[in-house]
Protein backbone atom coordinates (compact mmCIF):
# COMPACT_ATOMS: atom_id res chain seq x y z
CA UNK A 1 0.00 0.00 0.00
CA UNK A 2 0.66 3.55 -0.76
CA UNK A 3 2.21 5.38 2.73
CA UNK A 4 1.10 8.49 3.41
CA UNK A 5 2.80 11.35 5.16
CA UNK A 6 1.61 13.30 7.84
CA UNK A 7 -1.44 15.82 7.40
CA UNK A 8 -0.51 19.20 6.35
CA UNK A 9 3.23 18.05 6.50
CA UNK A 10 4.84 18.36 3.01
CA UNK A 11 8.25 18.10 4.30
CA UNK A 12 6.76 14.28 5.00
CA UNK A 13 5.43 13.62 2.48
CA UNK A 14 6.01 11.00 0.17
CA UNK A 15 7.77 12.29 -3.53
CA UNK A 16 6.34 9.31 -5.29
CA UNK A 17 2.72 9.67 -4.01
CA UNK A 18 0.86 12.01 -6.65
CA UNK A 19 -1.73 13.12 -4.54
CA UNK A 20 -2.24 15.11 -1.91
CA UNK A 21 -2.72 14.26 1.46
CA UNK A 22 -6.32 14.88 1.98
CA UNK A 23 -6.95 12.96 -0.60
CA UNK A 24 -4.86 9.81 1.41
CA UNK A 25 -7.08 10.27 4.05
CA UNK A 26 -10.22 10.17 1.96
CA UNK A 27 -8.90 6.84 0.71
CA UNK A 28 -7.66 5.44 4.26
CA UNK A 29 -11.47 6.45 5.39
CA UNK A 30 -12.90 4.26 2.18
CA UNK A 31 -10.45 1.52 3.76
CA UNK A 32 -12.45 0.92 6.11
CA UNK A 33 -15.31 0.39 4.72
CA UNK A 34 -15.92 -2.88 3.83
CA UNK A 35 -17.50 -3.10 -0.26
CA UNK A 36 -18.26 -7.26 -1.32
CA UNK A 37 -16.70 -7.90 -4.89
CA UNK A 38 -21.07 -8.32 -5.44
CA UNK A 39 -21.86 -4.54 -5.28
CA UNK A 40 -18.57 -3.65 -7.70
CA UNK A 41 -19.85 -6.18 -10.49
CA UNK A 42 -23.41 -4.55 -9.86
CA UNK A 43 -22.27 -1.42 -10.16
CA UNK A 44 -19.91 -2.06 -12.76
CA UNK A 45 -22.95 -3.95 -15.07
CA UNK A 46 -24.97 -0.87 -14.45
CA UNK A 47 -23.00 1.59 -15.89
CA UNK A 48 -22.20 -0.45 -18.88
CA UNK A 49 -26.18 -1.06 -19.23
CA UNK A 50 -26.30 3.15 -19.12
CA UNK A 51 -23.62 3.63 -21.75
CA UNK A 52 -24.84 0.98 -24.18
CA UNK A 53 -28.86 2.53 -23.60
CA UNK A 54 -27.22 6.09 -24.36
CA UNK A 55 -24.93 5.00 -27.48
CA UNK A 56 -27.94 3.22 -28.99
CA UNK A 57 -30.40 5.79 -28.98
CA UNK A 58 -27.39 8.19 -30.14
CA UNK A 59 -27.21 5.87 -32.91
CA UNK A 60 -30.82 5.67 -33.91
CA UNK A 61 -30.93 9.79 -33.18
CA UNK A 62 -32.27 10.30 -30.13
CA UNK A 63 -30.80 12.34 -27.80
CA UNK A 64 -31.88 10.82 -24.11
CA UNK A 65 -30.52 14.22 -22.25
CA UNK A 66 -32.93 16.67 -24.70
CA UNK A 67 -36.68 16.59 -24.87
CA UNK A 68 -38.23 15.22 -27.37
CA UNK A 69 -40.93 17.10 -29.48
CA UNK A 70 -42.53 14.80 -31.58
CA UNK A 71 -44.94 14.98 -34.22
CA UNK A 72 -46.84 12.90 -36.70
CA UNK A 73 -47.47 12.62 -40.45
CA UNK A 74 -49.64 10.06 -42.29
CA UNK A 75 -48.56 8.70 -45.26
CA UNK A 76 -50.26 5.73 -47.74
CA UNK A 77 -46.76 4.21 -48.67
CA UNK A 78 -43.28 4.36 -46.81
CA UNK A 79 -40.81 3.16 -49.71
CA UNK A 80 -37.49 3.02 -48.25
CA UNK A 81 -37.82 5.10 -45.21
CA UNK A 82 -36.68 3.61 -41.46
CA UNK A 83 -36.28 4.33 -38.72
CA UNK A 84 -33.52 7.25 -38.07
CA UNK A 85 -33.53 8.59 -41.74
CA UNK A 86 -33.56 12.23 -41.95
CA UNK A 87 -36.32 14.95 -41.80
CA UNK A 88 -35.26 18.32 -43.48
CA UNK A 89 -36.42 21.67 -44.18
CA UNK A 90 -34.68 23.39 -47.00
CA UNK A 91 -31.93 20.96 -46.98
CA UNK A 92 -31.20 21.14 -43.17
CA UNK A 93 -31.71 17.91 -41.14
CA UNK A 94 -34.23 19.30 -38.26
CA UNK A 95 -35.15 15.72 -36.83
CA UNK A 96 -35.31 11.87 -37.58
CA UNK A 97 -38.02 9.67 -37.73
CA UNK A 98 -38.78 8.15 -34.45
CA UNK A 99 -41.07 5.56 -34.81
CA UNK A 100 -43.79 4.13 -37.34
CA UNK A 101 -47.01 2.30 -37.01
CA UNK A 102 -50.07 1.05 -39.08
CA UNK A 103 -52.83 3.36 -39.10
CA UNK A 104 -55.69 -0.01 -38.66
CA UNK A 105 -55.31 -3.40 -39.29
CA UNK A 106 -56.14 -3.01 -42.83
CA UNK A 107 -52.78 -0.88 -42.87
CA UNK A 108 -54.28 1.34 -44.88
CA UNK A 109 -51.83 4.30 -44.00
CA UNK A 110 -49.03 4.40 -41.88
CA UNK A 111 -48.08 6.83 -39.10
CA UNK A 112 -44.85 8.05 -38.89
CA UNK A 113 -43.88 10.16 -35.53
CA UNK A 114 -41.21 12.58 -36.37
CA UNK A 115 -38.43 13.92 -33.50
CA UNK A 116 -37.48 17.49 -33.96
CA UNK A 117 -34.20 18.30 -32.67
CA UNK A 118 -34.36 21.72 -33.45
CA UNK A 119 -35.83 24.50 -31.91
CA UNK A 120 -37.10 26.02 -34.85
CA UNK A 121 -41.03 27.12 -35.61
CA UNK A 122 -42.92 25.39 -38.28
CA UNK A 123 -46.34 26.66 -39.62
CA UNK A 124 -49.31 24.44 -39.21
CA UNK A 125 -50.00 24.14 -43.13
CA UNK A 126 -46.29 22.84 -43.12
CA UNK A 127 -46.65 19.75 -45.78
CA UNK A 128 -44.56 16.98 -45.27
CA UNK A 129 -43.86 14.34 -48.21
CA UNK A 130 -40.98 11.34 -48.85
CA UNK A 131 -38.51 11.96 -51.02
CA UNK A 132 -35.51 9.78 -52.37
CA UNK A 133 -32.08 10.10 -54.06
CA UNK A 134 -30.57 8.17 -57.04
CA UNK A 135 -28.14 7.20 -54.43
CA UNK A 136 -28.71 7.30 -51.06
CA UNK A 137 -31.85 6.23 -48.82
CA UNK A 138 -35.23 8.18 -48.49
CA UNK A 139 -35.87 10.86 -46.04
CA UNK A 140 -39.00 13.25 -45.15
CA UNK A 141 -39.17 17.22 -46.72
CA UNK A 142 -40.80 19.45 -44.60
CA UNK A 143 -42.47 22.43 -47.08
CA UNK A 144 -43.18 25.13 -44.54
CA UNK A 145 -46.31 27.27 -44.79
CA UNK A 146 -47.35 30.66 -44.01
CA UNK A 147 -49.65 29.98 -41.63
CA UNK A 148 -48.95 32.12 -38.25
CA UNK A 149 -50.11 29.25 -35.89
CA UNK A 150 -46.99 26.76 -34.93
CA UNK A 151 -47.42 23.18 -34.83
CA UNK A 152 -47.45 21.72 -31.50
CA UNK A 153 -46.49 18.29 -30.22
CA UNK A 154 -48.41 15.84 -31.17
CA UNK A 155 -49.80 17.52 -33.80
CA UNK A 156 -50.41 15.61 -37.21
CA UNK A 157 -48.40 17.22 -40.17
CA UNK A 158 -50.29 17.47 -43.71
CA UNK A 159 -48.98 15.18 -46.35
CA UNK A 160 -48.96 14.19 -50.36
CA UNK A 161 -47.28 11.93 -52.26
CA UNK A 162 -44.36 12.70 -54.26
CA UNK A 163 -42.78 10.25 -56.48
CA UNK A 164 -39.53 11.50 -56.55
CA UNK A 165 -36.49 11.22 -59.40
CA UNK A 166 -36.96 7.66 -59.73
CA UNK A 167 -40.59 7.43 -59.75
CA UNK A 168 -40.46 10.36 -62.49
CA UNK A 169 -38.19 8.06 -64.52
CA UNK A 170 -39.98 4.81 -63.86
CA UNK A 171 -43.78 6.71 -64.81
CA UNK A 172 -41.86 7.85 -68.21
CA UNK A 173 -40.36 4.54 -68.81
CA UNK A 174 -43.70 2.62 -68.20
CA UNK A 175 -45.69 3.87 -71.24
CA UNK A 176 -42.55 3.60 -73.49
CA UNK A 177 -41.81 -0.44 -71.92
CA UNK A 178 -45.74 -1.02 -73.08
CA UNK A 179 -45.71 0.39 -76.27
CA UNK A 180 -41.95 -1.41 -77.20
CA UNK A 181 -44.11 -4.62 -76.22
CA UNK A 182 -46.78 -4.21 -78.02
CA UNK A 183 -44.74 -3.63 -80.89
CA UNK A 184 -42.78 -6.84 -80.16
CA UNK A 185 -45.78 -8.86 -79.74
CA UNK A 186 -47.21 -7.44 -83.11
CA UNK A 187 -43.67 -8.44 -84.60
CA UNK A 188 -43.83 -11.44 -83.57
CA UNK A 189 -47.29 -12.17 -84.85
CA UNK A 190 -46.32 -10.68 -88.13
CA UNK A 191 -43.64 -12.74 -88.55
CA UNK A 192 -45.83 -15.84 -88.03
CA UNK A 193 -48.07 -15.19 -90.11
CA UNK A 194 -44.98 -14.45 -92.93
CA UNK A 195 -43.97 -17.77 -92.11
CA UNK A 196 -47.30 -19.27 -92.28
CA UNK A 197 -47.92 -17.49 -95.62
CA UNK A 198 -44.60 -18.68 -97.14
CA UNK A 199 -44.71 -22.11 -99.52
CA UNK A 200 -42.01 -23.57 -100.66
CA UNK A 201 -42.72 -21.87 -104.33
CA UNK A 202 -42.39 -18.55 -102.95
CA UNK A 203 -39.68 -18.84 -100.78
CA UNK A 204 -38.08 -20.21 -103.93
CA UNK A 205 -39.26 -16.76 -105.80
CA UNK A 206 -37.67 -14.64 -102.56
CA UNK A 207 -34.42 -16.66 -103.13
CA UNK A 208 -34.67 -15.53 -107.19
CA UNK A 209 -35.28 -12.09 -106.34
CA UNK A 210 -32.94 -12.04 -103.77
CA UNK A 211 -30.04 -13.50 -106.37
CA UNK A 212 -31.47 -10.44 -108.31
CA UNK A 213 -30.56 -7.76 -106.09
CA UNK A 214 -27.13 -9.69 -105.91
CA UNK A 215 -26.72 -9.33 -109.57
CA UNK A 216 -28.27 -5.79 -109.55
CA UNK A 217 -25.95 -4.59 -106.77
CA UNK A 218 -22.78 -5.78 -108.85
CA UNK A 219 -23.94 -4.27 -111.95
CA UNK A 220 -24.12 -0.93 -109.81
CA UNK A 221 -20.47 -1.73 -108.39
CA UNK A 222 -19.52 -2.30 -111.94
CA UNK A 223 -20.91 0.67 -113.14
CA UNK A 224 -19.53 2.73 -110.16
CA UNK A 225 -16.55 1.18 -110.59
CA UNK A 226 -14.04 4.12 -110.62
CA UNK A 227 -11.73 3.29 -113.71
CA UNK A 228 -14.12 1.58 -116.11
CA UNK A 229 -17.55 2.46 -114.43
CA UNK A 230 -19.68 4.24 -116.80
CA UNK A 231 -20.78 6.71 -114.07
CA UNK A 232 -16.88 7.18 -114.46
CA UNK A 233 -16.74 7.66 -118.00
CA UNK A 234 -19.83 9.96 -117.66
CA UNK A 235 -17.98 12.08 -115.28
CA UNK A 236 -15.04 12.36 -117.10
CA UNK A 237 -17.26 13.60 -120.03
CA UNK A 238 -18.88 16.06 -118.37
CA UNK A 239 -15.21 16.96 -117.02
CA UNK A 240 -13.75 17.52 -121.02
CA UNK A 241 -17.14 19.87 -121.52
CA UNK A 242 -16.49 21.75 -118.29
CA UNK A 243 -12.94 22.44 -119.77
CA UNK A 244 -14.06 23.45 -123.08
CA UNK A 245 -16.51 25.64 -121.60
CA UNK A 246 -13.48 27.33 -119.98
CA UNK A 247 -11.51 27.45 -122.48
CA UNK A 248 -13.90 28.87 -124.63
CA UNK A 249 -15.03 31.55 -122.08
CA UNK A 250 -13.87 34.53 -123.84
CA UNK A 251 -15.99 33.37 -127.03
CA UNK A 252 -19.21 32.64 -124.95
CA UNK A 253 -18.97 36.04 -123.53
CA UNK A 254 -18.15 37.49 -126.72
CA UNK A 255 -21.38 35.85 -128.41
CA UNK A 256 -23.38 36.66 -124.71
CA UNK A 257 -22.27 40.08 -125.35
CA UNK A 258 -23.70 40.04 -129.30
CA UNK A 259 -26.87 38.73 -127.97
CA UNK A 260 -27.07 41.20 -125.54
CA UNK A 261 -26.60 44.00 -128.14
CA UNK A 262 -28.82 42.35 -130.20
CA UNK A 263 -31.50 42.74 -127.92
CA UNK A 264 -30.95 46.09 -126.90
CA UNK A 265 -31.42 47.00 -130.44
CA UNK A 266 -34.63 44.99 -130.65
CA UNK A 267 -35.90 46.48 -127.43
CA UNK A 268 -35.18 49.74 -129.25
CA UNK A 269 -37.40 49.16 -132.56
CA UNK A 270 -40.96 50.11 -132.77
CA UNK A 271 -42.53 46.90 -132.53
CA UNK A 272 -45.81 48.78 -131.45
CA UNK A 273 -46.26 50.41 -135.07
CA UNK A 274 -45.02 47.54 -136.68
CA UNK A 275 -47.94 45.20 -134.94
CA UNK A 276 -50.36 48.20 -135.73
CA UNK A 277 -49.34 47.50 -139.55
CA UNK A 278 -49.69 43.66 -139.68
CA UNK A 279 -52.67 44.29 -138.05
CA UNK A 280 -54.06 46.66 -140.77
CA UNK A 281 -52.60 44.25 -143.38
CA UNK A 282 -54.60 41.55 -141.90
CA UNK A 283 -57.64 43.16 -141.57
CA UNK A 284 -57.30 44.28 -145.61
CA UNK A 285 -56.31 40.30 -146.25
CA UNK A 286 -59.56 39.79 -144.06
CA UNK A 287 -62.23 42.58 -145.90
CA UNK A 288 -60.51 40.59 -149.44
CA UNK A 289 -61.27 37.02 -148.36
CA UNK A 290 -65.51 38.03 -147.55
CA UNK A 291 -65.66 40.18 -150.67
CA UNK A 292 -64.27 36.88 -152.67
CA UNK A 293 -66.63 34.77 -150.60
CA UNK A 294 -69.60 37.48 -150.85
CA UNK A 295 -72.15 35.87 -153.23
CA UNK A 296 -73.35 39.74 -153.68
CA UNK A 297 -70.24 40.37 -155.29
CA UNK A 298 -68.60 39.87 -158.72
CA UNK A 299 -66.14 37.55 -158.25
CA UNK A 300 -68.47 35.87 -155.28
CA UNK A 301 -71.12 35.57 -158.10
CA UNK A 302 -68.58 33.85 -160.33
CA UNK A 303 -67.29 31.19 -157.79
CA UNK A 304 -70.83 30.63 -156.42
CA UNK A 305 -72.90 31.02 -159.52
CA UNK A 306 -72.87 27.66 -161.46
CA UNK A 307 -74.82 28.68 -164.39
CA UNK A 308 -72.28 31.95 -164.96
CA UNK A 309 -69.78 29.79 -164.93
CA UNK A 310 -70.93 27.09 -167.51
CA UNK A 311 -71.85 29.83 -169.80
CA UNK A 312 -68.66 31.45 -169.20
CA UNK A 313 -67.38 27.96 -170.04
CA UNK A 314 -69.48 28.11 -172.96
CA UNK A 315 -68.32 31.62 -174.34
CA UNK A 316 -64.75 30.82 -174.05
CA UNK A 317 -65.20 27.30 -176.00
CA UNK A 318 -66.95 29.41 -178.61
CA UNK A 319 -64.15 31.76 -178.77
CA UNK A 320 -61.96 28.90 -179.16
CA UNK A 321 -63.74 27.71 -182.31
CA UNK A 322 -64.24 30.93 -183.84
CA UNK A 323 -60.33 31.59 -183.47
CA UNK A 324 -59.69 28.13 -184.96
CA UNK A 325 -62.08 28.03 -187.75
CA UNK A 326 -60.57 31.75 -188.80
CA UNK A 327 -57.12 30.39 -188.46
CA UNK A 328 -57.92 26.96 -190.17
CA UNK A 329 -60.30 28.65 -193.35
CA UNK A 330 -59.59 32.44 -193.39
CA UNK A 331 -60.72 32.64 -196.76
CA UNK A 332 -64.16 32.39 -195.63
CA UNK A 333 -64.09 36.02 -193.84
CA UNK A 334 -61.11 37.35 -196.43
CA UNK A 335 -61.28 37.37 -199.44
CA UNK A 336 -58.69 38.68 -201.34
CA UNK A 337 -58.67 37.26 -204.85
CA UNK A 338 -59.85 38.72 -207.36
CA UNK A 339 -60.48 35.16 -209.76
CA UNK A 340 -60.25 33.43 -206.41
CA UNK A 341 -62.73 30.36 -205.41
CA UNK A 342 -65.03 31.25 -202.32
CA UNK A 343 -64.70 28.54 -199.51
CA UNK A 344 -67.37 26.59 -199.46
CA UNK A 345 -66.35 24.31 -196.19
CA UNK A 346 -68.93 24.12 -193.49
CA UNK A 347 -67.41 26.28 -190.34
CA UNK A 348 -65.84 23.97 -187.21
CA UNK A 349 -67.93 22.58 -184.78
CA UNK A 350 -65.28 21.98 -182.46
CA UNK A 351 -61.72 22.97 -181.65
CA UNK A 352 -59.58 22.26 -184.22
CA UNK A 353 -56.50 19.56 -182.80
CA UNK A 354 -53.48 21.86 -181.85
CA UNK A 355 -49.90 21.79 -183.59
CA UNK A 356 -51.66 21.36 -187.36
CA UNK A 357 -50.99 23.26 -190.32
CA UNK A 358 -53.88 25.64 -191.51
CA UNK A 359 -55.51 23.84 -194.93
CA UNK A 360 -53.92 26.06 -197.93
CA UNK A 361 -57.07 27.28 -199.70
CA UNK A 362 -55.60 30.06 -201.88
CA UNK A 363 -54.23 28.07 -204.68
Do not use: C
Amino acid sequence: MWRRGKENDGANEDKHFPYPAKWITFTDQLSFMSISNETKVGILTLTALTLLFIGFNYLKGKDVFQKQFLVHAVFKELGTLEKSNEVKINGLAVGTVYAKKELDKDVSAIVVTINLIRDIHIPKNSVAYIASELVGSSFIVIERGDSKDLIQPGDTLITRVESGLLGDVKAQLNPTVAKVQEVLNALQTSLNNINATLSPATRADLQASIANLNASTKGISLMLDPETGSLSQTLKNVELITQNLRNNNERITTTLSNAQTASEKLAKLNMQASLDSLSQTLSAVKSTLQKLTDPGGSLGALTADKMLYNKLTDAVLSAEILLDDLRTHPKRYVNLSVFGKKDKTGPLTSPAQKGQKPADTLR
